[in-house]
T-cell receptor
Framework: ETGVTQSPTHLIKTRGQQVTLRCSSQ?????VSWYQQALGQGPQFIFQ???????GRGNFPPRFSGLQFPNYSSELNVNALELDDSALYLCASRMEGGTEAFFGQGTRLTVV | GENVEQHPSTLSVQEGDSAVIKCTYSDSASNYFPWYKQELGKRPQLIIDIRSNVGEKKDQRIAVTLNKTAKHFSLHITETQPEDSAVYFC????????????FGGGTRLMVKP
């Protein structure tokens, strides 16, 4: 196991609602990235946090936002959910000076 | 931004044969190229990576080659085994720290016993 855990495992939401997904990383993993993986596709980079500051963002609208906390946990928030937001959401964390990204098991979000 | 293309999308080989998966990238500034294996319902796991100052890297039955001039890199798996069956993703990053990975679309590898 990678020591990166995500919650919840599965989630069903209605279009227009808001959702918060959580990720808990290992101690010392001060970089966390979030990815969206649609069925049958590769993960797409959403954004990255380093020491509680966003330091990179992919091609996702502002309704995708995040937070990183001092205890190496982080959140992905999505407002005004759309049907196309249905996907597996993965977080990945790295330790200071490391290059390997350790992925969590993902949260499968279904928007109906 | 970076764009990574991966081929083939599916690959079926006989146990013991070799498998090759190819990726091309668009941004010449990319310099870190990891490969991930994702088994059904599981998280992606790093299997090998290569940096732009290296042309080839091997780890037992797995090797990766990089051609910076042509902007393509490949994964080679020799002596395939049924447990190699999974989806494989290539990725590229513009910094050596592995930040903000751009992934290819994935290759479903099936190894027939």
């Amino acid at each position: 196991e990678t020591g990166v855990t995500q919650s919840p495992t599965h989630l069903i939401k209605t279009r227009g609602q808001q959702v918060t997904l959580r990720c808990s990383s290992q101690s010392g993993h001060n970089t966390v990235s979030w990815y969206q993986q649609a069925l049958g596709q590769g993960p797409q980079f959403i954004f990255q946090y380093y020491r509680e500051e966003e330091n990179g963002r992919g091609n996702f609208p502002p309704r995708f936002s995040g937070l990183q906390f001092p205890n190496y946990s982080s959140e992905l928030n999505v407002n005004a959910l759309e049907l196309d937001d249905s996907a597996l959401y993965l977080c990945a964390s790295r330790m200071e000076g490391g290059t390997e990204a350790f992925f969590g098991q993902g949260t499968r979000l279904t928007v109906v | 931004g970076e764009n990574v293309e991966q081929h083939p999308s599916t690959l079926s080989v006989q146990e013991g044969d070799s498998a090759v998966i190819k990726c091309t990238y668009s941004d010449s500034a990319s310099n870190y190229f990891p490969w991930y294996k994702q088994e059904l319902g599981k998280r992606p796991q790093l299997i090998i990576d290569i940096r732009s100052n290296v042309g080839e890297k091997k780890d037992q039955r797995i090797a990766v080659t990089l051609n910076k001039t042509a902007k393509h890199f490949s994964l080679h798996i020799t002596e395939t085994q049924p447990e190699d069956s999974a989806v494989y993703f290539c990725a590229a990053s513009e910094d050596n720290a592995g930040n903000m990975l751009t992934f290819g679309g994935g290759t479903r590898l099936m190894v027939k016993p």
